[in-house]
């Protein structure tokens, strides 16, 4: 928990609404282009083979991605870009909690979003329970992989439940119960 100047809470209620993001679920082009987007598992997001280095630019994508099932794509009213994503277009890079009778969890993105993990933005387990990938649901399905470094503080802040006589490790925030794995 902290109350420092620069708390992740504080950022959360100085924050633009999300209702300041582009219609994007308005848009629908006809023709999809594939121009060489992708995003790697570490949150690097690539061009043609080389890493976008501005990061204004790379929020300014994340701004206008729509996740269409398992793809994804930068759209525009006149334009639908194929992005490939390796694991998941964004990274969870930071973490606070802040206690009391109902524990909040906010995250922070590499791209400056701040979520609070909620019934509306849920953790999820992906992978295996050898190889697990926690993400973060951030807006319409888009997701942001948990950084090791933050998964671990967030294990850190579990509690140990019974499941079908099987212990496991739960996280709560806002109401909600994110299990993060059986033990």
Do not use: C
């Not at 109902?102 to 019934?119: M, S, Y």
């Not at 319409?140 to 496991?168: C, D, F, M, N, P």
């Amino acid at each position: 928990m902290s109350d420092s100047p620069d708390s992740l809470f504080r950022q959360l209620a100085a924050a633009e609404p999300d209702d300041k993001l582009p219609p994007v679920h308005l848009w629908h082009p006809e023709e999809t282009k594939d121009i060489g987007m992708r995003v790697t598992r570490d949150g690097t997001w690539w061009y043609q083979g080389s890493p976008i280095r501005r990061q204004r630019l790379v929020r300014l994508f994340s701004r206008v991605l729509r996740r269409e099932g398992a793809d994804y794509f930068l759209v525009t009213p006149v334009e639908k870009v194929k992005v490939e994503v390796e694991v998941a277009p964004l990274l969870a890079v930071r973490m606070e909690v802040r206690g009391g009778p109902e524990p909040e969890i906010v995250f922070e993105t590499n791209v400056g979003d701040l979520i609070v993990a909620d019934d509306e933005h849920p953790i999820l387990m992906h992978g295996t329970p050898q190889a697990p990938l926690p993400v973060l649901v951030v807006r319409h399905g888009i997701e942001a992989l948990i950084a090791r470094s933050v998964y671990y503080e967030l294990v850190g802040q579990g509690e140990i439940t019974q499941k079908r006589g099987r212990e496991t490790l739960v996280v709560r925030s806002r109401g909600a119960r994110f299990e993060l794995g059986v033990l």
